[in-house]
Each structure stands twice: as structure tokens, then as C-alpha cells.
């Protein structure tokens, strides 16, 4: 698609690197991405983190990750950072 400028990856997790239950994780992400798009992403273009989460995931958790998918339309959603979550 010649419109696409960057590819978006979904992230359903904290999103703040001092998180204790996903904060670790969130930092992988954003390094990951970062080495990805060093790299030069796909395809000469970068790789973006789209970030939702909610503390309630099976409640209004279910609306981010919809967002993501239909909103945002990225391309993979990772992230959940815990069994329950995912």
C-alpha cells in the first residue's frame, strides 16, 4: 500500500518501564523495536509500538485490544504479562 508510512505492532501491556508486573517486558519491546528499525524495519520502513492496556483485562481490557485490531489495524499484537492477561 503506498499510503503505509510505518508498519504498527500492538502492544497489550503497561507501557512504563517502572511497572513491577510489565515494565521489564515493555522495555524489551521498545528495544526490540529499536534494533528492528536500525536495522531498517521492513522494508525500509519503521516499526512502531501502539501501547493499550488496562488494568482490568477482561473487562475494559477487551475494548483496547479491539481498538488495536480495528482502529489502529496493527499488524501482530504482543505483550500480556501475565497468564489471565494473554
Known amino acids: 500500500d503506498e499510503r503505509l508510512q ?8 503497561p507501557d512504563d518501564p517502572a511497572d513491577p508486573l510489565g515494565g521489564a517486558m515493555w522495555s524489551a519491546a521498545e528495544m526490540a523495536i529499536e534494533d528492528a528499525n536500525r536495522d531498517g524495519g521492513y522494508q525500509g520502513l519503521p516499526f512502531r509500538i501502539v501501547p493499550r492496556w488496562s488494568n482490568d483485562p477482561w473487562g475494559s481490557g477487551v475494548k483496547g485490544v479491539t481498538q488495536l485490531a480495528y482502529q489502529d489495524e496493527v499488524w501482530a499484537l504482543v505483550g500480556a504479562p501475565d497468564g489471565a492477561s494473554a
Open 6 to 13: 510505518e508498519v504498527l505492532l500492538g502492544w497489550f501491556g
